[in-house]
């Protein structure tokens, strides 16, 4: 498995798509000694579920990738990539779906300043970065006007980064398919 300088891992929710960047991850860290890897985390847990899920993730990202640092950073991304690039370590951003949630309640500007700074951080990168995110555009429109907005400003997100990735990868059953690039 080829990790590109830049990749964006696409996915319905239990779709692969955090497993997939744990791949790109592991032949990273595989492909020389020298090599680290850094999971920079965006969720925080706002409930007993959600605490629960985060520390299943924690313990599988921990038994399938021992060394890899975790960073958390539900707010800022751009900065947490600035300041854990290097060129011997992969970053993982996992997830854009819950750094948008956390960004509530700026309005479709500043959602789109900070956007533009991912894309620039992710751009300027001194060493490969994986972004891992939902695609949940793919069905009816929402009812309501809050959730439409947010998953209308997903989608800005998600084509924002897509434009500066080198692979884009959709992943729906486990299998990933690429959008832009190559495996």
Request: hydrophobic fraction near 45%; include cysteine.
């Given at each position: 498995m080829r990790v590109a300088g830049s990749e964006l891992v696409l996915g319905g929710q239990r779709s692969g798509k955090s497993r997939r960047a744990e791949q790109l991850a592991q032949a990273w860290l595989a492909g020389d000694a020298g090599h680290r890897a850094s999971f920079v985390v965006t969720a925080h847990g706002g409930d007993e579920?959600?605490?629960?899920?985060?520390?299943?993730?924690?313990?599988?990202?921990?038994?399938?990738?021992?060394?890899?640092?975790?960073?958390?950073?539900?707010?800022?991304?751009?900065?947490?990539?600035?300041?854990?690039?290097?060129?011997?370590?992969?970053?993982?951003?996992?997830?854009?779906?819950?750094?948008?949630?956390?960004?509530?309640?700026?309005?479709?500007?500043?959602?789109?300043?900070?956007?533009?700074?991912?894309?620039?951080?992710?751009?300027?990168a001194a060493g490969p970065v994986v972004l891992v995110s939902n695609e949940i555009g793919l069905g009816v429109v929402p009812m309501g006007r809050e959730v439409r907005a947010y998953v209308d400003a997903l989608g800005r997100i998600n084509q924002a980064l897509a434009a500066v990735c080198e692979r884009v990868t959709l992943v729906a059953a486990g299998l990933p398919l690429v959008l832009k690039g190559s495996l």
């Open positions: 579920e959600m605490q629960s899920r985060i520390e299943r993730h924690r313990a599988d990202r921990a038994e399938r990738l021992p060394g890899a640092a975790t960073v958390e950073a539900p707010r800022a991304l751009a900065e947490a990539i600035a300041a854990h690039s290097r060129a011997d370590t992969l970053i993982v951003v996992d997830c854009l779906t819950l750094w948008l949630a956390n960004l509530h309640p700026l309005d479709e500007s500043g959602i789109a300043q900070e956007t533009d700074r991912l894309a620039d951080a992710v751009a300027q």
